[in-house]
């Protein structure tokens, strides 16, 4: 079992910057990849970016060279968000696939954290 806890949304400006930290906690489970999704009201969830448990990472297009994951350590992974834009409003979800002894894969999710972008 795999519990994950968002945290860092708030309100900023167009052009601001914000920090999303996502802890997990769990044990009898190995991790293979951490990654933030967000998702704005009447739209689909979206995959922003992935790390993986030897720390490559990947972006959307919509957000690569703005935003910036990271492991922090052996437990959190943060979103640095710079740049920010109106259309970058959303809830921000964690999320981690883990593995058993099996090779049984499930996935988790956190709470999610609301990023506001407005003037």
């Known amino acids: 079992q795999v519990q994950l806890v968002e945290s860092g949304g708030g309100l900023v400006q167009p052009g601001g910057s914000l920090r999303l930290s996502c802890a997990a906690s769990?044990?009898?489970?190995?991790?293979?990849?951490m990654r933030w999704y967000r998702q704005a009201p009447g739209k689909q969830r979206e995959l922003v970016a992935t790390?993986?448990?030897?720390?490559?990472r990947a972006y959307a297009v919509s957000v690569k060279g703005r935003f910036t994951i990271s492991r922090d350590n052996a437990n959190t992974v943060s979103l640095q968000m710079n740049s920010l834009k109106p259309e970058d409003t959303a809830v921000y979800y964690c999320?981690?696939?883990?593995?058993?002894?099996?090779?049984?894969?499930?996935?988790?999710w956190g709470q999610g954290t609301q990023v506001t972008v407005s003037s």
């Open positions: 999320n981690a696939d883990a593995h058993d002894g099996n090779w049984v894969v499930m996935t988790y």
């Open positions: 769990g044990s009898g489970v190995s991790i293979n990849a």
């Open positions: 790390i993986t448990s030897g720390d490559n």
